[in-house]
Nanobody, 122 residues
Framework: QLQASGGGLVQAGSSLRLSCAASGGTFSRYGMGWFRQTPGKEREFVAGISWSDESTSYADSVKDRFIISRDNVKNTVYLQMNSLKPEDTAVYSC?????????????????WGQGTLVTVSS
């Protein structure tokens, strides 16, 4: 089970940190990812982190602004979002997969949490 939190309404240029707490499995053996979606658009990969060596990958649109990390003691994955832009407004969801590597496509993830809404005003 995945539980995302940390969304909210912020102004452009601000920062937010999303958290996704996992339960019910061996968290340290799951690759984790963040995706986002806005109405009328397809779900978009944001960031991913592997379980084996904690390699990371980011969408070009968030590279150098967002940082994904994980705490295997707290069974939590984080998404630190800096320099937020209005176009970052979306529902952000976390996902988990037992597959190796950094996974950037939604169909590689078998477990999904509910989304948390991030709204960035201009």
């Amino acid at each position: 089970q995945l539980q995302a939190s940390g969304g909210g309404l912020v102004q452009a240029g601000s920062s937010l940190r999303l958290s996704c707490a996992a339960s019910g499995g061996t968290f340290s053996r799951y690759g984790m990812g963040w995706f986002r979606q806005t109405p009328g658009k397809e779900r978009e990969f944001v960031a991913g982190i592997s379980w084996s060596d904690e390699s990371t990958s980011y969408a070009d649109s968030v590279k150098d602004r967002f940082i994904i990390s994980r705490d295997n003691v707290k069974n939590t994955v984080y998404l630190q979002m800096n320099s937020l832009k209005p176009e970052d407004t979306a529902v952000y969801s976390c996902a988990a997969s037992p597959l190796r590597g950094v996974l950037t496509t939604y169909y590689h993830y078998g477990y999904w949490g509910q989304g948390t809404l991030v709204t960035v005003s201009s």
